[in-house]
């Protein structure tokens, strides 16, 4: 039979490793081979000469700038996903409006979430009326690999463990592609959907604001960080909002280091202490451990039916679900997705608590002020780097449009240093359900891309409409954000606008009342995590 076989040119592993039985490859790391390690790149002039030297471009005129934040009568949302997929059919229990992949929390593209944060009634296009004066962006970065050391490799590496045992294991039904499964996955860099996100937000963001340019007297400082996914995503941001080769010329990319013990805003954790031990960082990872162990355990039950000589755990199957969202937005689409239903999604997304501390996020409250009132930084006792944020060649105040980019993390502390406490409206999340109403939810402020914009306007004043004063207004994945959690901003608004003298007064108080040094440096035991509404640690 196997000579037979052979002789049909069928390869005898099918033979020697039936269906259902594993193969000793199975949840080995495969990496990338391209470039090919001697083909060296060179430049190579005679062969291929570049645009400039080779001429004749046609027509290059530029048209106006646009701003159809302002001029075009609806917005243009964000819903897409293009090129990955996750086909929602196999979902059970799904109507056809589940998508899992916007239920992947921090691990799920961004998409646009209407009035989520309680302002259905309003649009991310300026209120009538008002003019645009000013925009702000933070977002996030593109689609990534994982983190170095995170769960999916730990299982890719326990499965290879067990293929390799003596022993082996078997998988059948709808795990039976475990048997010749194989990690594909790097590290920390972004997957190529995640260049696209932020080249697109880039490209949105220009047809959106790109009339601002106009006001620049100067070349703009665009910020990130010194991580290799951080200075892509501005890179690719930039190539969208500017183009190709203008981008190389039309910005200053301030590339700001992160690493252990440097001032940086745009990664705090690297000076607070307290963010990496048991008295911060690790609380959510305690609670949402747990939760892991309770809606996964039905599901570890029913998938361990398919698996013989590897015994699962709720971690394996969470591992799964991550590898479901790393997989696809890496390889465009994962096996491992159809596994779960729309509730252990849910579960899934409520699984990713965030750890939240303003104080991680002051610094960037504090830069936010300086640029809005153009006022000079002068004390450096938070996360604020002096040498980069004491300069107005690094840190300029008359800019039209701000752009940072960042990580998850960083967006979930700022937002709570802006004080955003609706988000928090139904308080702290418990570890043991979903809570009936919940207001948190992780995707909507912290997918792979994420951005949030704060629109400075001049809008008609309420008391004499004749005259113009100035508002501010923040859409986190463009859906206004109510500030009336924010001292002086208290009187609600269907746009969620506050008047900028007022938010900028709200906000002197609120760095005032966050204790950097104590929330950061300060040395206490584990607070009860249910205690902590605002972001502060309890006195
Ligand atoms: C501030 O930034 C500069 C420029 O990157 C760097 O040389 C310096 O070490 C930084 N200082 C701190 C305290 O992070
Ligand atoms: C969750 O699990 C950790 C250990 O993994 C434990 O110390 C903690 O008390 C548990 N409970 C909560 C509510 O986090
Ligand atoms: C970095 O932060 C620390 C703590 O707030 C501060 O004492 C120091 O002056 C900062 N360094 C710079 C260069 O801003
Ligand atoms: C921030 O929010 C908390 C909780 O709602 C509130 O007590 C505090 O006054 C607010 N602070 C500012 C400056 O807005």
Known sequence: MLAACLFLGVLPLAIAAPAESASAFVGSTVTATFPLPDATFTLNENYFPDAEQVGFPGPTPTGAEPLAIATAPVAALNYDTYPIIAPSEQYAGAGPAFNP??????????????????????????PAGCDLEQV?????????????????????TALHAAATNGRGFSATGPLEFLNTWTYKLGTDVLTPFGREQPFDLGVGFRVKYG????????????????????????????????????????????IIIEATGYNNTLAPY????????????????????????????????????????????????????????????????????????????????YSIGSPNSAA?????????????????????????????DGNPITFPLDQPIYADATHDVVIA????????????????????????????HVQDIAAYSSNLVGQV?????????????????????????????????????????????????????????IDYAYDCLG??????????IDGRMIR
């Open 413 to 440: 502390s700022i937002i709570t240093a802006l004080n955003f406490t609706t988000m928090a409206a139904n308080g702290p999340l418990p570890w043991d359900r979903i809570p009936v109403g919940q207001t948190y």
């Open 457 to 513: 306007l001049s809008c008609p004043a309420s008391e004499t409409p004749k005259e113009k004063e100035k508002y501010i207004r923040f859409l986190l994945n463009d859906g206004a954000v109510p500030l009336t959690g924010i001292s002086h901003c208290e009187t609600p608004n269907k746009d969620g606008l506050c008047l900028l003298d007022n938010f900028v007064q709200g906000m002197k108080e609120r760095i005032a009342e």
């Open 101 to 126: 992949m916007y239920y992947w929390g921090n691990l799920g593209p961004w998409y646009s979430v209407g009035g989520a944060f309680g302002l259905p009634e309003t649009s991310p296009q300026i």
């Open 211 to 254: 009339n601002l340019l106009n006001k620049f007297t100067s070349i703009p400082v665009f910020r990130t960080t010194s991580m290799n996914r951080m200075v892509a995503s501005l890179s690719n941001f930039a190539v969208g909002f500017f183009g190709v080769p203008e981008y190389l010329t039309s910005y200053h990319e301030e």
């Open 360 to 388: 991680r996020g002051v610094g960037y409250v504090q830069e936010l002020v300086a640029r809005l009132t153009k006022t000079p930084l002068t004390v450096f006792d938070t996360n604020l780097n002096g040498t980069l």
């Open 523 to 532: 040395d206490y035991t584990i607070p009860n995590p249910d205690t902590i």
């Open 136 to 156: 702000h962006i933070l977002f996030r970065h593109g689609a990534r690999y994982p983190t170095a050391g995170s769960s999916p490799g730990v299982f890719a």
């Open 270 to 349: 690297e000076t607070c202490t307290n963010a990496n031990n048991d008295v911060g960082g690790n609380i959510g990872n305690y609670a949402s451990g747990n939760w892991t162990q309770i809606y996964l355990k039905e599901t570890t039950k029913r998938l361990q039916r398919y698996l013989k000589g590897y015994k699962l755990t709720p971690n394996d199957v969470y591992a799964m679900q991550e590898m479901c969202s790393y997989e696809t937005v890496a390889l465009g689409y994962s096996e491992f997705c159809g596994l779960f239903t729309e509730e252990e999604w849910r579960g899934f997304e």
